[in-house]
């Protein structure tokens, strides 16, 4: 199903996907929360046997399927980097059947798309890591959330080809990423994540007031946004 997995398509787009505790029966409950302990301390095996006790107290729940695709996914980076390519393809597999089982079951699941476009990253697949972005627009067009999380798959992979030496594609990719948040914002002017995201966006560019403007916006739609106050201080230096 993949190429070999390559440490040039890491990203920060999911470097450490983000686990789920969903709120479901005690002992499933109980088993998430040791699996992403363990998990918080890079013990993949022993997070996997958790997960894996969660789904079997509760079958089906999409959010532990996430959390064991998220898992595997990160154990084959883990193996990646320490030269196991058929460890880490064997880990990738598993991750994107996972993700897939979560995505059947909730089809508008952000960290499962955004693992899913990581993990097609990871494996010097973007075309198939933006058509998942892209089905899941068309899937939900009124939503602003898989533009938001497209936007985001533009600007990072921009950086990559930026990397790579390819500047023609990173401008136009930055180009788009900006495009989609400002369609979002035509329609939600008031999105703290897509102006948070255009935030960064333009801070990476090199435009420190648009990007502290961007994030003045955003946090005066969601105050809670702390870590911005911290950003905005450091550009208005």
Avoid at 17 to 23: F, G, H, K, Q, T
Avoid at 190 to 199: C, E, I, K, P
């Amino acid at each position: 199903m993949f190429g070999t997995p390559s440490v040039t398509f890491r990203l920060s787009f999911t470097l450490i996907p983000v686990l789920v505790l969903a709120l479901s029966g005690c002992a499933s409950q109980s088993k998430t929360a040791e699996g992403i302990r363990y998990y918080g301390q890079a013990k993949y095996d022993v997070a996997m046997l958790a997960f894996q006790e969660a789904l079997k107290a509760k079958p089906n729940d999409f959010d532990t399927e996430y959390n064991i695709a998220a898992t595997y996914h990160q154990s084959g980076r883990v193996s990646l980097q320490s030269g196991q390519a058929a460890a880490a393809q064997q880990q990738y597999d598993q991750a994107l059947q996972y993700y897939r089982l979560c995505l059947a079951k909730k089809p508008n699941h952000t960290d499962a798309h955004r693992g899913l476009a990581a993990l097609y990253l990871d494996c010097k697949n973007p075309q198939e890591a933006f058509q998942v972005m892209t089905d899941w627009v068309k899937a939900d067009p009124v939503s602003a959330e898989p533009k938001i999380e497209l936007a985001r798959l533009y600007q990072e992979y921009s950086q990559i080809c930026q990397v790579q030496g390819r500047t023609s594609d990173a401008s136009d990719l930055r180009a788009a990423a900006e495009k989609t948040l400002q369609d979002v914002l035509a329609a939600e002017p008031a999105n703290y994540r897509a102006l948070r995201a255009l935030g960064y966006l333009k801070e990476q560019s090199g435009d420190r007031s648009g990007a502290a403007a961007c994030y003045q916006r955003s946090l005066q739609a969601n105050p809670a946004q702390k870590d911005l106050e911290v950003r905005i201080a450091a550009l208005s230096l």
